[in-house]
Nanobody
Framework: VHFVESGGGLVQPGGFLRLSCVASGTIFSTKAMGWYRQAPKKQREWIAGISNVSITAYPDSVKGRFTIARDNAKKMIYLQMTSLKPEDTAVYYC???????????WGQGTQVTVSS
C-alpha cells in the first residue's frame, strides 16, 4: 500500500487550499479513508474521515471549514480547506481510517503553511 499526497503550499490566513491523495496497492473503493496532520512539536492528529459509501466525519477543530471527498475510479481522496488559520500549519497525510487504519502506511505528506 502506498499513499502520495500533494497540493500543499503557503497561503495567507483566511485562504484556501485543496489537497489530493492517490492510493495504490489496495482495493480502494472498499476502504474508509482519512486525512491527518502533524504540526511542529505536536502529535499527529486525525482531521477528516470518509467511509467507503462517502459518509464523512470531522473533529470540531476543522468542522465547517474542511471537506473530504473521494473518487474511487481514480483511487483518490481530496481535502478542501477554507478559512485557513495559522494553527492549521502542519504536514498533511492520508491513510486508512477506522478499523483499517495502519501506522505502517504513512507517505511523505504535503506541507501546508498558513502565514501572512
Amino acid at each position: 500500500v502506498h499513499f502520495v499526497e500533494s497540493g500543499g503550499g503557503l497561503v495567507q490566513p483566511g485562504g484556501f487550499l485543496r489537497l489530493s491523495c492517490v492510493a495504490s496497492g489496495t482495493i480502494f473503493s472498499t476502504k474508509a479513508m482519512g486525512w491527518y496532520r502533524q504540526a511542529p512539536k505536536k502529535q499527529r492528529e486525525w482531521i477528516a474521515g470518509i467511509s467507503n459509501v462517502s459518509i464523512t466525519a470531522y473533529p470540531d477543530s476543522v468542522k465547517g471549514r474542511f471537506t473530504i471527498a473521494r473518487d474511487n475510479a481514480k483511487k483518490m481522496i481530496y481535502l478542501q480547506m477554507t478559512s485557513l488559520k495559522p494553527e492549521d500549519t502542519a504536514v498533511y497525510y492520508c491513510n486508512f481510517w477506522g478499523l483499517e487504519f495502519d501506522d505502517n502506511y504513512w507517505g511523505q505528506g504535503t506541507q501546508v503553511t498558513v502565514s501572512s
